[in-house]
């Protein structure tokens, strides 16, 4: 290199506006990494509200309004599944193409995109680049510092999870599609509509997104219990997170290798899972509009099947609108809860809640600490956790008052989408689609902050965290 002209060597490094930008991405990355994710968000928001303008991609070759196009960019782009459209008639094919790309695209997670974002500018991952994916894995490392317990994915790791999310995203989905054409053939559909409907079909279940192609939905194929079938597992799939699927290819069933954040995931997954259904058949059994009129088996599956997509999943069979405000309340429960951390399911996260309960199990049982698995959980952890509820819970009140307001359409329906956007699930009562702009505005943002804003804020909490040197006086307000 040293026998190399001054401008041979400018001209190796790059275009000196290359250099800068690549410096300045880095620098706000470092500096902070859930402003360099939201950033990412908000300019594929932008970029995909764009392309869903233009009038090609409309069926009807006209110009979709700017609140349909933004409401269906940042539903598409957060994998929430809600729609002021007709997903399936309203958009052209290729805006169809449009729609698959872009929820694979959100599904990869804030900071993992935002992480492979600067992987692709720097062509390295270097330990700026992993610091920033590892917060996806774990909100408390995204501030760039070290945390001493151990974690679902290790700093050295993060180049194989990084592998791992792209190459599970493909083999699942590509999986799904396989065994999902068949099936979609016993159901009448054609076989050329089919090879496009299988990995459609597949993207919105790993991605937990539940658009579907065709106007009817999931109607024509409410008998072919194989396909919702797979329908769930990929919704289950989806919903766990890349660090548990991570974990699961690396140590398979060597349940003593498994972290604590594997173990809680599938085992709050699980039972909430099965709670949620034995929930929807107490409660619905007896509405002629949605269980009533069916047998024992097909009130088991169905119940079952809805339980899975409130966790997320946002397929349905049966008519939302016309279930009883008793279970609305308990699937916006569910939906509330949502998922895995690092997945493509939303919510507070099943881990979160894991802390949670465990937190108040051990105050309950006047135990010093909070453990789990012969595993002790920090008090830090412990805060985040409390955080993350009591901001996800501030997002949907204010925005249940706001659309309440807006629309004053009945409370339970109100409430019930807005935590449906919140935590980017896709059911809906019917109300979404009736919204006036400035409430599609609101639920837009509900979306955004759904996806998004638990894990920036985690991120902040932990950024806070300072060494002091001293000790206040203590001092106990009276608590309850």
Not at 99 to 124: C, D, E, Y
Not at 197 to 226: D, K, R, S, V
């Amino acid at each position: 290199m040293t026998g190399l002209s001054v401008d041979e060597r400018a001209r190796r490094r790059g275009p000196a506006w290359h250099r800068r930008a690549s410096s300045a991405m880095r620098d706000l990355a470092t500096a902070s990494p859930s402003r360099f994710a939201v950033l990412v968000f908000s300019a594929l928001i932008l970029v995909f509200t764009a392309l869903f303008s233009l009038p090609i991609m409309a069926s009807d070759g006209r110009v979709t309004p700017l609140p349909d196009a933004l409401f269906t960019a940042v539903s598409t782009i957060c994998v929430t599944g809600l729609s002021t459209v007709d997903m399936a008639t309203h958009w052209s094919p290729l805006g169809h193409v449009v729609v698959f790309i872009g929820v694979n695209v959100g599904a990869l997670g804030v900071l993992t995109l935002a992480s492979i974002l600067g992987l692709v500018i720097s062509k390295r991952l270097g330990l700026r680049a992993k610091l920033l994916a590892a917060g996806d894995s774990n909100p408390m490392r995204a501030h760039g510092g070290p945390v001493n317990e151990g974690q679902a994915v290790r700093l050295g790791e993060v180049g194989q999870l990084l592998a791992t999310v792209a190459l599970s995203t493909l083999v699942i989905e590509a999986a799904l599609a396989i065994l999902l054409y068949p099936l979609l053939l016993a159901s009448g559909v054609d076989a050329v509509t089919a090879l496009w409907e299988a990995p459609y079909y597949a993207a919105m279940a790993f991605t937990n997104t539940g658009f579907a192609p065709n106007a009817e939905g999931l109607a024509p194929f409410a008998q072919n219990y194989l396909l919702l079938t797979v329908l769930m597992a990929g919704v289950f799939l989806g919903s766990i997170g890349f660090p548990v699927i991570y974990a699961l290819w690396k140590h398979q069933w060597h349940l003593r290798k498994w972290s604590i954040h594997v173990k809680l995931t599938l085992i709050t997954t699980v039972v909430l899972f099965f709670a949620g259904a034995v929930a929807f058949v107490i409660l619905e059994y007896g509405n002629p509009k949605t269980f009533g009129t069916m047998d024992a088996w097909d009130t088991t599956f169905q119940a079952l099947f809805l339980s899975a997509m409130t966790r997320s999943g946002g397929f349905s069979i049966i008519d939302i609108g016309e279930m009883h405000e008793s279970s609305l309340v308990v699937g916006s429960m569910l939906m509330f809860v949502g998922g895995g951390s690092a997945s493509t399911a939303g919510g507070i996260k099943v881990t979160t809640l894991a802390v949670l309960a465990l937190a108040v199990w051990s105050e309950a049982k006047g135990r010093p600490s909070v453990s789990a698995f012969g595993r002790r959980i920090p008090s830090d952890v412990q805060r985040v956790a409390l955080s993350v509820v009591a901001w996800g819970a501030t997002i949907v009140a204010l925005s249940t008052i706001t659309i309440a307001h807006l629309t004053k359409a009945p409370l339970d329906e109100v409430l019930f989408d807005v935590v449906s956007g919140f935590a980017t699930v896709g059911l809906s009562t019917g109300l979404t689609q009736e919204l006036p702009d400035p409430a599609v505005f609101v639920m837009a943002l509900t979306m955004f902050m759904g996806r998004v804003g638990t894990v920036t804020l985690a991120a902040a909490v932990a950024a806070t965290n300072r060494t002091q040197h001293y000790a206040l006086p203590v001092e106990r307000p009276i608590v309850g």
